[in-house]
């Protein structure tokens, strides 16, 4: 299956305002880290390598690419990876489902290749936010992935929700340092309509597993109850 919409950026720089958005979520990450263990970390291509989940216990980093990428571990397809089911802890997709035509399908790959328990990280670009305005802008349209392909994160939160995840982090960046005033006071006075005008999401999701044998409801017992030829003999 191919996954390409067109080309995913080799280099963060090649989007707008791409060193600063790394770095904050670079910052996130950093954040986040401490809580995150386990054994082997998957990063799938260029923008997930060039962030870091070093503050966490996780000890080993595989990067999957899907196309040519120095320092690749190995060459692959986000919706058919190359891993045994449940072999992985933690997965990191930076901007992964942006670049994609089946992003929905690298999700359940994903959900595929994660044990019970383990972790997702994965960036977007917000459509309703200032990343969708940008494509308005002549400079940044061709830097960006189109509009249509940019998801907004509640549709990716049902998405991760019926495969099974727990979105256990969320937070939201800006092209620029006000945008968290921006967004204190979207989230006061506008919320059902924007949950924010953010240029990009970070969200962190565990993947949960419940047993499927129900459980069977516990019924009192019922009172014992006296026969009448009983309570004769008892006279």
């Known amino acids: 299956m ?3 919409s ?4 080799q ?4 989007l707008p305002r791409g060193a600063y958005l790394a ?22 291509d260029a923008l997930s390598t060039a962030l870091s989940l070093s503050r966490s216990r996780l000890r080993q980093d595989v990067v999957m690419a899907q196309q ?3 320092g690749m571990d190995l060459l692959g397809d986000a919706t058919a990876m190359p891993f045994a089911p449940g072999s992985l802890d933690a997965c990191l997709l930076a901007h992964v489902l942006d670049y994609s035509e089946h992003p929905h399908a690298i999700l359940r790959e994903t959900e595929v290749v994660l044990r019970d328990d383990g972790w997702l990280v994965l960036t977007g670009f917000n459509p309703y936010g200032s990343a969708g305005l940008a494509r308005l802008l002549p400079g940044w349209r061709q830097r960006l992935p189109p509009w249509r392909r940019m998801l907004a994160p509640a549709r990716v939160e049902d998405w991760l929700k019926l495969l099974g995840f727990d979105v256990i982090e969320r937070d939201y960046i800006g092209f620029t340092g006000f ?8 989230q006061r006075y506008c919320p059902a309509v924007l949950p924010s005008p953010a240029a990009v999401y970070i969200l962190l999701a565990r993947k ?13 017992a019922p009172a ?3 026969r009448p030829e009983m309570a004769r003999q008892r006279e």
């Open 208 to 220: 949960r597993r419940f047993p499927l044998t129900p459980v069977r409801e516990r019924r009192p």
């Open 6 to 9: 067109q080309p995913a950026p």
């Open 179 to 186: 945008m968290p005033w921006l967004d204190r006071w979207q």
């Open 23 to 44: 770095d904050q979520l670079q910052q996130r990450l950093d954040a986040w880290a401490p809580g995150l263990y386990g054994f082997s970390l998957l990063k799938v």
């Open 11 to 14: 280099h963060w720089r090649d």
């Open 224 to 226: 014992p109850v006296g």
């Open 68 to 70: 040519e990428l120095d």
């Open 2 to 4: 191919t996954t390409a």
